[in-house]
């Protein structure tokens, strides 16, 4: 397809062009734009049919959007702006350069203008701030017939009409209706009679990722957002709460990666530079981190040249506490980010993860038994005496057990204490175990071989 474009470009057939994307979705026209020569891209957007136009400049990047807003003409960015919805508009000023936004609000309109800075005032991560102001609202008394008419009459300006809203005069919501129970009903039904009055809502304030987890529970296409006086601002759409979720993913995923949240920003797009800041943070401290283990071993350096054989199982001890200690934390994040676990059942997790654990560690010792017995006494030859098999078999158990438990504590400590609980994940985690895997060995032999 790229390669198709490019040609009927050179040879400027725009009318080819038009008819295919006339039959392509928004979400699919929008990625060839990076391939284009700059220069053509203005002329191509300018192909696509107004509301066509729109959708797709919504699911371009933030560089093709600011590009092609300095390249159009006053009454071009006009256009574009009335198809868009207002959610879109903020989304995309909130990302654009000051001389950018200057020449966007300059071809808003005086009531556009007010309801982009009453979105722009909530904090960036709540309900608020992912709303859009533009949904059906209904009165108690209007019969089903009057519904209908003022669906058709406000309805083409309104992201979704399929959910409706039910206010007072004073904006307060006081029920729910969808379409299909409309059509369902007779003309001359009172929508009082057959709306839900029981309304599951989110508040502007509500962080947004707790939000996008209620359409996941109650299988939602819009929630309402209400102020702290249960009047109803706006609502969030599927589309919209799809988004958060991607987003808080890609940054969990980060963030157990040992890497500094990006942003929106896709990997191909971003600089060398802007990767490296990323990432450096994060090394940084966990290198530096690493010296406290460099501590503990110098610390038994003498008495290891009397059993110079456990040096060697250092690395496995590590290793399995580190990997013990992920699965717990990265379980239990993920728990934590559906609502599945709160702070009140932590001791209910520490019970499960110690049975668990336990378990475990039953079983990697056993095994570690007889690996040893089998190839580092019988065949390597490295390993003197069963005191010394007995000191890494205990060991592992009780390193087992403490990266588990750990493991299930940090992420809920730092969900409580306000800090995102991927920070708790694998890295940190592991550093942490490590340390004490030292610790706990160390402690062992010392107890088993009198040293």
């Known amino acids: 397809m790229e390669e198709r474009i490019l040609e009927l470009i050179s040879l400027r057939k725009f009318s080819q062009i038009r008819e295919i994307f006339s039959e392509m979705a928004a979400a699919d026209i929008a990625p060839l734009f990076d391939i284009l020569p700059e220069e053509s891209e203005p002329i191509v957007y300018r192909l696509l049919p107004k509301e066509l136009a729109a959708e797709v400049f919504v699911e371009m990047d933030v560089d ?16 574009t702006l009335d198809e868009l919805y207002l959610d879109d508009t903020v989304d995309i000023i909130e990302e654009m350069p000051a001389n950018v936004v200057k020449k966007i609000l300059k071809q808003c309109s005086a009531e ?56 007072t005069n004073s904006r307060k919501l006081r029920g729910v209706i969808t379409v299909r129970e409309l059509l369902l009903a007779k003309y001359e039904d009172v929508i009082g009679d057959i709306m839900t009055e029981n309304v599951i809502f989110a508040k502007t304030h509500d962080d947004k990722e707790e939000v996008a987890s209620l359409f996941s529970k109650y299988d939602f296409l819009a929630i309402p957002v209400v102020d ?8 969030v759409t599927v589309d919209d709460a799809m988004d958060v979720i991607q987003e808080e993913t890609t940054e969990d995923l980060e963030m157990i990666a040992a890497i500094t949240p990006s942003g929106d920003k896709p990997y191909l797009k971003s600089s060398v530079w802007e990767i490296f800041l990323s990432r450096i943070p994060w090394l940084l401290l966990l290198m530096l981190s690493a010296t406290f283990t460099g501590i503990i071993i110098a610390s038994y350096e003498q008495k290891l040249t009397l059993f110079p054989a456990l040096i060697g199982f250092i690395p496995m001890l590590m290793g399995t506490g580190g990997n013990s200690g992920s699965q717990s934390s990265v379980t239990v994040i993920r728990a934590l980010s559906l609502g599945e676990v709160t702070f009140k059942d932590t001791l209910a997790v520490i019970w499960k993860e110690l049975r668990i654990s336990a378990i475990c560690a039953v079983v990697l010792s056993a095994v570690s038994y007889a690996k040893i017995l089998l190839i580092d006494k019988m065949l390597l030859k490295n390993v003197d005496s069963l005191s010394e098999v007995a000191v890494v078999c205990v060991t592992l158990a009780f390193t087992v057990v403490f990266a588990k438990i750990i493991g299930c504590i940090m992420p809920i400590l730092a969900k409580k204490l306000g800090f995102d609980p991927a920070v ?18 160390f402690a062992v032999a010392s107890f088993i071989l009198s040293i």
């Open 64 to 79: 093709m959007q600011e590009r092609l807003i300095l390249s159009f003409s006053e009454r071009e960015l006009k256009e």
């Open 112 to 167: 556009q203008r007010k309801s982009i800075n009453e979105l722009l005032k909530y904090p960036k991560d709540s309900a608020g701030s992912i709303m859009t102001t533009e949904f059906v609202d209904l009165k108690k008394e209007m019969t089903v017939k009057d519904a209908f008419d003022r669906i058709r009459a406000t309805g083409v300006d309104k992201e979704t009409v399929y959910t409706c809203y039910v206010t």
């Open 228 to 235: 702290n006086e249960e009047r109803l601002v706006g609502i």
């Open 424 to 441: 708790m994940a694998s890295p940190f985690i592991t550093t942490v175990v490590d340390a004490f895997s030292l610790i706990i060995y």
